[in-house]
């Protein structure tokens, strides 16, 4: 059974880092697309970004310039460096990773979720 564990959350202040990592236990194959999505209180899930396997990034137009995407394919891990945070920037963090499409009953595997709260 497939699992992805969430570590990296934490409190900040505004203009500080913090570093998500995710990883992925039980696997037997290479995923497709990982990453990341945030849930900020009364608000819809988004994306925040992802990485193909080819190493191929998307991301949300609001982290811009502050978030950076990384994976381990060989490790099966995914992780998120966030460098001038904003209050905004506050929610809870999932990961995903994406198997390959050829698998039976295709589903998205998410991570248990991680709270960043930026705040001073």
């Known amino acids: 059974q497939v699992q992805l564990v969430e570590s990296g959350g934490g409190l900040v202040q505004p203009g500080g880092s913090l570093r998500l990592s995710c990883a992925a236990s039980?696997?037997?194959?290479?995923?497709?697309?990982m990453g990341w999505f945030r849930q900020a209180p009364g608000k819809q899930r988004e994306l925040v970004e992802l990485?193909?396997?080819?190493?191929?990034?998307n991301y949300a137009n609001s982290v811009k310039g502050r978030f950076t995407i990384s994976r381990d394919n060989a490790n099966n891990t995914v992780a998120l460096q966030m460098n001038s945070l904003k209050p905004e920037d506050t929610a809870v963090y999932y990961c995903?990773?994406?198997?390959?499409?050829?698998?039976?009953?295709?589903?998205?595997?998410w991570g248990q979720g991680t709270q960043v709260t930026v705040s001073s």
């Open positions: 995903y990773a994406d198997p390959p499409y050829t698998v039976t009953n295709w589903s998205r595997y």
């Open positions: 039980g696997s037997i194959f290479r995923f497709n697309a």
């Open positions: 990485i193909s396997n080819g190493g191929t990034t």
